[in-house]
């Protein structure tokens, strides 16, 4: 059964930073696009980062640019996501997604599995 598990989530003052971890099992987790996505209360789930499953390609929401950085050991099944200078607004449940294929890889509906989510607070 694939799993994917959010971890590194909690509560940091604006400036600081954060590192998620998405650690997966289940299946051959290096043949797998790993996406990150946010959803703020009374907002929809918007994309952060993605990182194709062999680590040569990745890009990054317009917002985060800059900021964070998502890499992937695949020896370690795990993708982490890289979060600097936060700020408030960027507080959010963060969820990690797979997928097969480099293709509308900022899209949540491309996405075949889901953690659960790990919540990052950032405070003012």
């Known amino acids: 059964q694939v799993q994917l598990v959010e971890s590194g989530g909690g509560l940091v003052q604006a400036g600081g930073s954060l590192r998620l971890s998405c650690a997966a099992s289940g299946w051959p987790f290096s043949t797998y696009v790993v996406g990150w996505f946010r959803q703020a209360p009374g907002k929809e789930r918007e994309f952060v980062a993605a990182?194709?499953?062999?680590?040569?390609?990745?890009t990054t929401a317009d917002s985060v640019k800059g900021r964070f950085t998502i890499s992937r050991d695949n020896d370690k099944n795990t993708v982490y996501l890289q979060m600097n200078t936060l700020k408030p607004e960027e507080t959010a449940v963060y969820y990690c997604?797979?997928?097969?294929?480099?293709?509308?890889?900022?899209?949540?509906?491309?996405?075949?599995?889901w953690g659960q989510g790990t919540q990052v607070t950032v405070s003012s």
């Open positions: 997604g797979a997928r097969s294929g480099w293709t509308r890889v900022t899209l949540e509906v491309a996405y075949n599995y």
């Open positions: 990182i194709s499953s062999s680590g040569a390609y990745t």
